[in-house]
Nanobody
């Protein structure tokens, strides 16, 4: 059974930090791209960051580049999203997803390539 378990969300003040985790099981982790997406109320889902476990490539959406860092631990089958200098506009439900290459996250046309989605974790940044 495939599982993607997202965790680590919470309430934090602007300027604070959170680390999200995405624990994966049931598929060959090293062959997949793991992406972090978010959706705020009334807004479309957007790709925040993604990492290719096959070649280590990383992507960051413009608004988070320099503040967020994605990393992958293949020993634990877990991808992390370290979020620093959080802003009120980062408030959203964050989802992790897994897809085989060429899945990526730099555009919505990639989203259907993700086979598996986690349940989401709420991030709320108070200003």
């Amino acid at each position: 059974e495939v599982q993607l378990q997202a965790s680590g969300g919470g309430l934090v003040q602007a300027g604070g930090s959170l680390r999200l985790s995405c624990a994966a099981s049931g598929f060959t982790f090293d062959d997949y791209t793991i992406g972090w997406f978010r959706q705020a109320p009334g807004k479309e889902r957007e790709g925040v960051s993604c990492i290719s476990n096959s070649d280590g490539s990383r992507y960051y959406e413009d608004s988070v580049r320099g503040r967020f860092t994605i990393s992958s631990d293949s020993a634990k089958n877990t991808v992390y999203l370290q979020m620093n200098s959080l802003k009120a506009e980062d408030t959203a439900v964050y989802y992790c997803a897994a897809g085989p290459p060429p899945a990526w996250c730099s555009g919505s046309y990639y989203y259907p390539m993700y086979d598996y989605w986690g349940q989401g974790t709420q991030v709320t940044v108070s200003s």
